[in-house]
């Protein structure tokens, strides 16, 4: 069955700095999606993404699929103590409805 | 739209007891789903439906598990007789097929 590994598992960065966290897949990725935890919440949707090569960003959250690599990245830009939270990406198992997630990354910004 | 709306948010009970969680997807969506996140495992599809029918199930930990869609609403997950290993927090998602999924606010379980 499909897996996907995250890393790195947890994060802890200053106010301001760059980071980028991964998702690679054990299988070909058809769909990959990010979505956003915070504690106590459910999953808040970021981007999804279909093709390789294809990058979308919205604010500060730029993700890139790399179809080859069968990896994605979720890069986040001068972070925020907003941007704290668990990023999960999900899979489409192609030809189903069905996703499967990795464990998650929990990201911790320090004012 | 009110997004999807679960309940009860948190519940507490006894090992034995049956537990019932509820479940209402954005209208309009015909997809349904049931997650279960823990730490050791993270987040696990349990079953989903389509249009009310339930379409895999294979997630579903064993025969003390049951889901039940009766109309476009509104669904359940039922646990009967709850251990103390069902305790984690359970998602319930819907989507319009092909499109991303929206996620609840969850149902927070502990089982003593």
């Known amino acids: 069955s499909q897996e996907l590994e995250q890393s790195p598992q947890s994060l802890i960065v200053q106010e301001g700095k760059n980071l980028t966290i991964n998702c690679t897949s054990s299988?070909?990725?058809?769909?990959l999606y990010w979505y956003k935890q915070k504690y106590g919440e459910g999953l808040i949707f970021l981007m999804m993404l279909q093709k390789g090569g294809e990058e979308k960003s919205h604010e500060k959250i730029t993700a890139k699929l790399d179809e080859k690599k069968q990896q994605s990245s979720l890069h986040i830009t001068a972070s925020q103590p907003s941007h704290a939270g668990i990023y999960l990406c999900?899979?489409?198992?192609?030809?189903?409805?069905?996703?499967?997630f990795g464990k998650g990354t929990k990201l911790t910004v320090n004012p | 739209d009110a997004g999807v709306i679960q309940s009860p948010r948190h519940e507490v009970t006894e090992m034995g007891q049956e537990v019932t969680l509820r479940c209402k997807p954005i209208?309009?969506?015909?997809?349904l789903f049931w997650y279960r996140q823990t730490m050791m495992r993270g987040l696990e599809l349990l079953i989903y439906f389509n249009n009310n029918v339930p379409i895999d199930d294979s997630g579903m930990p064993e025969d003390r598990f049951s889901a039940k869609m009766p109309n476009a609403s509104f669904s359940t997950l039922k646990i009967q007789p709850s251990e103390p290993r069902d305790s984690a927090v359970y998602f319930c998602a819907s989507t319009n097929g092909g499109e991303t999924q929206y996620f609840g606010p969850g149902t927070r379980l502990l089982v003593l």
């Open positions: 209208s309009g969506h015909d997809y």
């Open positions: 999900g899979a489409d198992k192609g030809g189903s409805e069905k996703l499967v």
């Open positions: 299988k070909t990725l058809y769909g």
